[in-house]
């Protein structure tokens, strides 16, 4: 749409080119000088209560808050706000001129305003929104939360010259403001806006975590892994490593135990990251399936300097009769208190129990399996049956109350 200043100046000189006094009547034939004086004044007062309605109005609207900034920076910001507020008035002014809302230049007038208004806005978030971001960055620095995968260049030296963390304001990226009051930063000679830019990834202490968690409960469960259980550790590990910078976090070096250290000389590959992430799978499932054996090793040996680990070999040894192999004798109820980690808990053999039949008459069936019960013979959880007490150990049953 033309520019507002290019439809009044063609107007202007449209004017210009009639002949000056042409056909001019200047009487005032039936209108008195009074009347045309008084419509003048609520014109004028008119003209300065919109003025007085623009100004606060606009003040209001560019509360900016520019500490934070250097004279610089400020001086660009301030220079954007009066350019704008100036727009901003001219608009008004020539918008209360036009009393159809359909004038195509009234929409043009509209318009405008309404552009001026979101850039100020969009103006006031963005720099809202970067002195918020630049004191998190900090803090994140002060906590070394920024992983080591990324590249140094394009996120970290980026970031610092965006915020001006440096003594050397020759190497502080350039800021501006483009006219839809986007904040932009001019670095090695290219204008960003800083809506794109984006802070440097942090280490994925969530992935680390799992990986540890599940190196733990493999080794407890005392069982080797199988090939189900193998398909579904890889799959998680898949959704695990779906992000690229989850894969640049884990074989860095964030981490420092020993899976970690198995990892380190796997280096990143953009042009083929699912290799990448297949090369990480494989050495961690190597790992997986390594702890998982020395767990199986070690179940049962009295290996260990655990007392939880003692006690349960104990007890093991203690009720060794008591195996698929070697059942408890038919009908017999057999009790076996647990070791102290399962608190005060016991292990009951169950041969029978009773059920109502289709007919709705209680009768007695044979169960043969082992429950969990506390002290009294009561059921912890009647859910929950053994076939024998290997499977009850192979179970890596835990109490939770």
Known sequence: MADANLIKGAATLAKSKRSIGAGMDLSFKGVSNANLLAAKKRQE????????????????????????????EQQAMTSFLTQKKNQYAYAASEISKIDDATDPEYIFFRDSMNAINNSIANLKAQTDAYQKNKENFVKSNEMDLWSNGNDA?????????????????????AMGVDDNGNLTFEINGEVMAYKDYKDPFIKDFEL???????TSTLFNAHKKLNEGNANALRLELEAKLASPNSIKSIISS??????????SDIVFNPEDIAGTRNQIIDRLMTAFTDVANKGYNERGTGRGTSSAATSRNSWIQENKQYTNSNPPPEGEVIQRTLPSRFGNR????????????????????????????????????????????????????????
């Open 45 to 72: 007062t008119k003209m300065a209560a919109q003025k007085s309605a623009i100004n606060t109005y606009m003040e209001n609207l560019s509360d900016i808050d520019l500490s934070g900034f250097n004279q610089f």
């Open 153 to 173: 260049d394009q996120t970290i030296d980026k970031s610092i010259s965006i915020y001006g963390l440096t003594g050397d304001d020759s190497q502080r990226a």
């Open 346 to 401: 016991a292990i009951k053999f169950i041969p029978t129990v009773t059920i109502t039949d289709e007919n709705g008459e209680m009768v007695e069936t044979p169960f043969n399996k082992w429950m969990i019960v506390d002290m009294s013979g009561d059921f912890v959880n009647a859910d929950l049956a053994f076939d024998s007490l290997d499977d009850f150990l192979n179970a890596g049953y835990t109490v939770t109350n």
């Open 208 to 214: 680390a975590g799992y990986i540890a968690d599940k």
């Open 254 to 263: 964030d981490f420092r135990a020993d899976w970690a250290q198995g990892l």
